[in-house]
T-cell receptor
C-alpha cells in the first residue's frame, strides 16, 4: 500500500538517450510534483501539476517534459539526456496545504 | 542564491540529549516553514511545520521555533533517539494560496544520534 511510488528506482543510461520516470500516488491527492536532488544535495522543484494542469514550471530545460494522464499519475520524460541530468528525482503529492508526501526517488545516472 | 540555508552539514549528539538543528532564510516573503526527515534510499517525510503567525509549534519530542526578525528557525528534538539519525531538511514557502505550494529546501543536516 505504497502511498507514492516511482519506477524505476535506478536508471543508468547513455548520453543522448530518451528516458521516462513514472510516478503514481494512491492518496487521492490533487497536486503532484517533481523534484531534482543534484550532487550538491539541493532538493529543487521542477514541476507541479494540480488536477492534470501544470501550475509550477521552474527554469528547467525543454528536454524535460512532465505528463499527467490523470490525477494519480505524473510521469517525467527526459529527451537527449546529458551528463548533468544525473541526479535523484523525487515525485511528491499533496492534497491541500503544504504537507507533501514524497516517493522513494529514482537515481538517474547518465554515462 | 540559497534562500534557505542550513549551515551545519552534520550534527552528532548522544542518545537522550537534545538535538538542535538550525535553518536561516533570506526571503522575507516566506510565511510557512516545514521540516522533513530523510533516511538513506528513501524520500523525505514530513516532520513538523510552523506558520509565520506563530513562534513555536510542538509535536511530541519535536518542537520548531521561529524567529521572524532574525529569519531563523530551529528544530529541537528531545530526547534524541538513535532512530532519529537521518538527514533533516528545512523548507519554506511564500504563501500564494490556491494550489501553488512551492517549497524551497535547504541543503540538509545529517543528524547522528549515538547510543
Amino acid at each position: 500500500d505504497t502511498a507514492v511510488s516511482q519506477t524505476p528506482k535506478y536508471l543508468v543510461t547513455q548520453m543522448g538517450n530518451d528516458k521516462s520516470i513514472k510516478c503514481e500516488q494512491n492518496l487521492g491527492h490533487d497536486t503532484m510534483y517533481w523534484y531534482k536532488q543534484d550532487s550538491k544535495k539541493f532538493l529543487k522543484i521542477m514541476f507541479s501539476y494540480n488536477n492534470k494542469e501544470l501550475i509550477i514550471n521552474e527554469t528547467v530545460p525543454n528536454r524535460f517534459s512532465p505528463k499527467s494522464p490523470d490525477k494519480a499519475h505524473l510521469n517525467l520524460h527526459i529527451n537527449s539526456l546529458e551528463l548533468g541530468d544525473s541526479a535523484v528525482y523525487f515525485c511528491a503529492s499533496s492534497l491541500t496545504g503544504w504537507k507533501q508526501y514524497f516517493g522513494p526517488g529514482t537515481r538517474l545516472t547518465v554515462t | 542564491d540559497q534562500q534557505v540555508k542550513q549551515n551545519s552539514p552534520s550534527l552528532s549528539v548522544q542518545e537522550g540529549r537534545i538535538s538542535i538543528l538550525n535553518c536561516d532564510y533570506t526571503n522575507s516573503m516566506f510565511d510557512y516553514f516545514l521540516w522533513y526527515k530523510k533516511y538513506p534510499a528513501e524520500g523525505p517525510t514530513f516532520l513538523i511545520s510552523i506558520s509565520s503567525i506563530k513562534d513555536k509549534n510542538e509535536d511530541g519530542r519535536f518542537t520548531v521555533f521561529l524567529n521572524k526578525s532574525a529569519k531563523h528557525l530551529s528544530l529541537h528534538i528531545v530526547p534524541s533517539q538513535p532512530g532519529d539519525s537521518a538527514v533533516y531538511f528545512c523548507a519554506a514557502s511564500a504563501g500564494s494560496g490556491g494550489s501553488n505550494y512551492k517549497l524551497t529546501f535547504g541543503k540538509g543536516t545529517l543528524l547522528t544520534v549515538n547510543p
